[in-house]
């Protein structure tokens, strides 16, 4: 199988989770070839077919003309998938692709089972497997289902792209910045979190108190705030804010892929489960098997003396 791997850029960088396709596509055991409209300067650092395209000349997003340059990548690699990271970017420009293709579309994938797809479903409380029936598919993965082993490496091979008629309709005209949050997790050093094992909104006072002992903050999964037990601001995941702290207590979490990855990047992570099995446990530096609600009480008691 071959890929073609759609890298992101903005406001004059590469992003770092462009790195999650390559991630993607090795797990998939694809070849790969890459598509960048940037700089030269900021290049992946793999080895490979690189087709590189001047941001100056064709915005960090227009659609129509990012199109064109997709699909001409796609003539010349005859790709048997072009894959998108599940963002803003993807979102938009996967469908333009598939439909110009006429090529099945999975998104927002979080896992390869024995070559075919893992999806979400009911909010990711569920997942199902599909393939696409068309000879070309267009794939968009979840932020943090794959993750990188170690610093890139490598040096692409570039091609450069230019469009014979590169004129846009369109004007890229900037980012607007997310409304300022009631709580930045973002900054806080601990963070402790409600997962839907706390049981019941009352009890969330209970890992609220864990929290306030350890001297950070409160946070929760996404069937918690779903729930109304706890307000938006304080949720974590790619749905919510994006945590780096040095301590995270996850308390009750499963370890649904899309919050693993808003928290995935902390120091120290604590996970206190009954379920030994949860996937929480595979990012967890110490997994606690334990009832929640008679194991935090216990703690922050301890913590309190």
Not at 92 to 113: C, F, H, M, T, Y
Not at 220 to 230: L, M, Q
Not at 232 to 250: C, D, E, F, N
Request: with cysteine.
């Amino acid at each position: 199988m071959k890929t073609l791997l759609i890298c992101e850029y903005r406001e004059g960088k590469l992003l770092e989770s462009s790195y999650e396709l390559v991630a993607f596509a090795d797990k998939l055991g694809a070849e790969k070839a890459m598509v960048l409209i940037g700089k030269e300067a900021e290049v992946p650092k793999v080895n490979g077919k690189l087709y590189l395209a001047d941001v100056a000349k064709y915005g960090e997003y227009k659609p129509d003309l990012h199109k064109k340059i997709v699909l001409e990548a796609v003539k010349k690699e005859d790709p048997d998938a072009i894959v998108f990271l599940h963002s803003s970017y993807g979102w938009d420009l996967a469908p333009r692709v598939a439909a110009a293709l006429k090529a099945g579309q999975v998104s927002e994938i979080v896992s390869i089972n024995e070559g075919k797809f893992e999806v979400g479903l009911c909010n990711a409380k569920l997942r199902r497997t599909v393939t696409p029936q068309t000879g070309k598919m267009v794939l968009t993965i979840q932020a943090g289902a794959f993750n990188v082993a170690g610093d890139p490496q490598g040096k692409a091979q570039i091609e450069k792209i230019d469009l014979p008629d590169a004129v846009s309709p369109l004007e890229f005209v900037g980012y607007e910045p997310a409304q300022k949050k009631e709580v930045d997790l973002a900054r806080a050093e601990v963070v402790v979190s409600a997962g839907r094992g706390v049981g019941k909104k009352e009890n969330v006072a209970i890992i609220a108190a864990l929290a306030k002992a350890l001297g950070g903050e409160l946070g929760a999964s996404r069937p918690v705030v779903d729930a109304g037990w706890v307000e938006h601001s304080r949720q974590v995941g790619t749905t919510g804010q994006i945590v780096a702290p040095k301590l995270y207590v996850a308390c009750g979490i499963s370890g649904a892929i899309q919050h693993v990855a808003g928290m995935k990047k902390s120091e120290f992570v604590v996970a206190i489960n009954k379920d030994k099995d949860a996937p929480i446990g595979e990012v967890a530096d110490v997994l606690v098997v334990a009832d929640v609600m008679q194991f935090v009480p216990a703690l922050t008691a301890m913590l309190q003396k």
